[in-house]
C-alpha cells in the first residue's frame, strides 16, 4: 500500500442502502477487505443512505418503478455522498447501476458472482407452468413481466414492490399467486426457507448483471483503487464488460425490457441476450461467442444484430 490503512480513528466508510440485501452485500465487502488486508471491523464504517428507490410511500403504493425514475433510483443520493467525501467507496447490485458513471466516480471491482437465476415463488407450490389460467402474478420488473408474458399470455401481472418479507406477506393476503425474486439476493441473506424454484437461463433469461456486487469509488482516491483492487474477481469483471456493453449498445430513452448472460469456458465466451416488447408480444434474442477478452465488442455487436432483427422504430416511445 502507498497510503496508510483504515483504522478505528479513520475508518474506511462504505456506503449502502438500507435494506437487509444491501447491508448483507456491504458486510461481504467489509469481511473481504478485512481480510484481504488484515484489519479490525473497527477499521471500516457501514454508512447507511436512503436512496430514491427507498421511499417507503412509494413502495406502498407500489407505484411502478418508471414513474418514479429507473436512471439511478437507488444509486443517486449514495454517489452524491461519495462525491462530497461523505463516503469513501459504495457498495451497490450490479442490475440497478446505470451504464455510465457520474464524473469523478468508478466501478472497477466486482465480487465473486452469485447465482444468476431468477427464483419463483409461490406458496402453493409448483412451478411457472404449474399456474392456472388467468393466474395474478405481481413483479415490478419489466423484464420479468415481459418474459412472462411472452410464454403466459393469459396471466395477469400487478405491480409488486417492497422487500422479501412484504412481498410474501402479499402473497398470503391472496394480491398474487405467484411473484419473482433473484436467487442472489436469497442465497446471501441465507433464506433457505423462502418457497421457490429456480428458472434456468434458458427458461427465463437474467437481468444485465444479476447476481453481482460492484464497488464504486473516487476516481481520484488511490487508496481505495489499490484496496479494492485485492478483492476483485476478474471473472465477474469480465462477463459484467459483455452483459454491461451489451445493455449499453441498446440503452436509450424508453424502458424496454432487456436480458443478458455471459459465461465463460476458459478463455472463450458465450453472451446470450434478448429484447422483448413491455407486453411480450415480441421477443428478439440470440447469442454469441469468442474470446472472453473481447468481450466488450461481442455484446456491442450482439445488440447490434437484435436492434437489426428488431428493426426500425423497436425502441421508439408511445
Not at 502507498?2 to 475508518?11: E, F, N, V
Not at 393466474?135 to 419489466?142: C, D, E, F, I, Q
Given at each position: ?11 474506511l466508510k462504505i456506503g449502502t ?112 407452468r404449474d399456474l392456472a389460467q ?53 442465497n446471501r441473506m441465507n433464506m ?127
Open positions: 500500500m502507498t497510503q496508510d490503512l483504515p483504522s478505528a480513528d479513520a475508518p442502502r438500507g435494506s437487509p440485501l444491501a447491508l448483507a452485500q456491504a458486510y461481504e465487502t467489509r469481511a473481504r477487505l478485512m481480510a484481504a488486508f488484515d484489519l479490525a471491523e473497527a477499521a471500516f464504517e457501514i454508512v447507511v443512505i436512503k436512496t430514491t428507490g427507498d421511499d417507503r410511500s412509494m413502495i406502498a403504493a407500489d407505484r411502478p418503478l418508471k414513474e418514479i425514475g429507473n436512471k439511478g433510483l437507488f444509486t443517486k443520493e449514495i454517489e452524491e455522498a461519495m462525491l462530497s467525501g461523505g463516503i469513501d467507496i459504495a457498495v451497490h447490485s450490479m442490475k440497478d447501476m446505470p451504464t455510465v458513471q457520474p464524473d469523478g466516480l468508478i466501478l472497477d471491482c466486482y465480487l465473486p458472482r452469485e447465482d444468476t437465476r431468477d427464483a419463483f415463488i409461490t406458496l402453493s407450490g409448483g412451478g411457472l388467468g393466474a395474478v402474478v405481481g413483479t415490478s420488473s419489466l423484464r420479468r413481466k415481459a418474459q412472462l408474458l411472452a410464454r403466459r399470455p393469459d396471466l395477469q401481472v400487478v405491480e409488486f414492490r417492497g422487500n422479501v418479507q412484504t412481498r410474501l406477506q402479499k402473497l398470503r393476503d391472496g394480491v398474487a399467486e405467484a411473484t419473482f425474486l433473484a436467487m442472489a439476493g436469497l433457505d426457507d423462502v418457497p421457490k424454484t429456480p428458472i434456468e437461463p434458458d427458461d427465463m433469461l437474467p437481468a444485465v448483471a444479476q447476481g453481482a456486487i460492484g464497488i464504486e469509488r473516487r476516481t481520484d482516491d488511490t487508496r481505495a483503487q489499490e484496496m479494492l483492487a485485492a478483492i476483485h474477481d476478474r471473472d465477474t469483471g469480465t462477463r459484467l464488460a459483455a452483459e454491461r456493453s451489451f445493455l449499453a449498445a441498446l440503452d436509450g430513452s424508453c424502458e424496454t425490457p432487456i436480458a443478458a448472460l455471459a459465461e465463460l469456458d476458459g478463455d472463450m465466451m458465450r453472451l446470450r441476450g434478448e429484447i422483448l416488447r413491455p407486453d411480450g408480444a415480441k421477443v428478439f434474442s440470440g447469442e454469441i461467442s469468442g474470446a472472453a477478452s473481447d468481450g466488450p465488442q461481442l455484446g456491442h455487436e450482439l445488440a447490434n444484430r437484435l436492434l437489426t432483427q428488431a428493426g426500425p422504430g423497436f425502441f421508439d416511445c408511445g
